[in-house]
C-alpha cells in the first residue's frame, strides 16, 4: 500500500537544529507552519523534500514575498489547511488536516477522521520543553498517523 510521509515543522525561527535533517531524511514532503526567520532555511530543508510553508507573524518580507499566510491543498483523501496562527478545528465532512504552529506547544487532536497537528518550536520551545516535529504518514486508502518527535 502506497504511503507518504511528511514532515512538519514550525517556529524554527532562524534556527534549524541539525537533528531535523536527520528526522527529516526520510520524508517525502514538509510544511513549514510558519515563523521560519530566515529564508534559508526552506531552501536547507527543500535539499531534502519539497516545501510548503506558510509566514508567521514573527516573519519579515522577504518571506512574506515568497509563502502565504494561508495553504490550503488536499491530498490523499484529506484537504490539508495550514496557517501559522491556530482557527477553530471541526471535524468537518471530508476528512481535514489542520497544521499550525505559533503556541510552540505540540499538539495532536484527532476528531472523526479529521486531525489538528501543531508540531511545537524546533528551536525555542516554552521553558524547559524539548524542541519538537511531527510527522504525518498518509496511506492512501484515506488514513493517516501522525506522531510528535521530541530532540
Known sequence: MATLTIGIISDTHGVLPNEVMDIFSDVDQI????DIGNEDILIELATLA????????????RIRQKTRERVDFS?????????????????????????????????IIEMNGSFYI???????????????????????AGEARVDIIYF
Do not use: Q
Not at 519539497?50 to 518580507?61: E, K, L, Q, S, T
Not at 518550536?121 to 504518514?137: D, F, H, M, N, T
Open 50 to 61: 519539497p516545501v510548503v510553508a506558510v509566514y508567521g507573524n514573527m516573519d519579515g518580507f
Open 75 to 107: 491530498l490523499y483523501g484529506f484537504d490539508f489547511i495550514i496557517s501559522h496562527i491556530p482557527g477553530p478545528f471541526t471535524a468537518d465532512d471530508k476528512p481535514t488536516i489542520r497544521i499550525n504552529g505559533h503556541t510552540h506547544e505540540p499538539k
Open 31 to 34: 510544511i513549514h507552519a510558519g
Open 118 to 140: 501543531n508540531p511545537g518550536s524546533a528551536s525555542k520551545p516554552p521553558g524547559k520543553a524539548k524542541r519538537s516535529v511531527a510527522k504525518l504518514i498518509l496511506v492512501k
